[in-house]
């Protein structure tokens, strides 16, 4: 007798237990789009965009200018030779083909800078956010928290929404 109710309290307990287990889901996309660290993190990187554009542009404006320059003269060397020699024609070339080449670089050099400003911007952002979760997850005795954004199927009887617990941790309302 005594066997059978150590055998119930024990299956009675591990569906206590089991039942007691909180899943929980929240929406970080919702939540990152209204942290005001967030907003300033991309007027900052967009202010950083503009500046790396306009100084593309420059050197867009240079290149064509130089290649319109080199067409005419071209022209103009076709039509008298004795103004426009072979080694200044091919120091032109070489001169487009240069500044094209520090474009390129320009371009290569901007993306990376861009991407690290980026990481740089909002990593902060994401470990506050982080924080947050782990904070209203540990206080609400969940034991998993998934995004919404990145998980199939979530069935929302099941799983609790803090995404408005997680706001309010932040002061975000």
């Known amino acids: 007798m005594k066997r059978l109710f150590l055998i119930l309290a024990?299956?009675?307990?591990?569906g206590i237990s089991a039942n007691a287990q909180k899943f929980g889901h929240i929406d970080?996309?919702?939540?990152?789009?209204?942290?005001?660290?967030?907003?300033?993190?991309?007027e900052t990187l967009e202010n950083e965009g503009k500046k790396i554009e306009t100084q593309y542009q420059a050197m867009a404006t240079e290149y064509q200018n130089k290649v319109q320059a080199y067409q005419e003269n071209v022209q103009l060397a076709d039509a008298a030779p004795e103004k426009w020699s072979a080694a200044i024609r091919a120091d032109k070339e070489q001169e487009i083909?240069?500044?094209?080449?520090?474009?390129?670089?320009?371009?290569?050099?901007?993306?990376?800078t861009l991407q690290q400003k980026?990481?740089?911007?909002?990593q902060p952002v994401m470990d506050k956010l982080d924080?947050?979760?782990?904070?209203?997850?540990?206080?609400?005795?969940?034991?998993y928290v998934y995004d919404k954004n990145s998980v199939l199927f979530i069935n929302e009887s099941l799983s609790t929404d803090l995404t408005s617990t997680v706001k309010t941790e932040l002061g975000i309302k």
């Open 10 to 14: 024990a299956v009675i307990s591990l």
């Open 97 to 112: 083909m240069q500044l094209q080449e520090r474009i390129q670089r320009f371009q290569e050099n901007a993306q990376q």
């Open 28 to 42: 970080t996309q919702e939540i990152i789009n209204v942290m005001p660290e967030n907003k300033a993190a991309q």
């Open 118 to 122: 980026r990481s740089e911007l909002f």
């Open 131 to 143: 924080a947050a979760i782990k904070k209203v997850a540990t206080a609400g005795g969940f034991i």
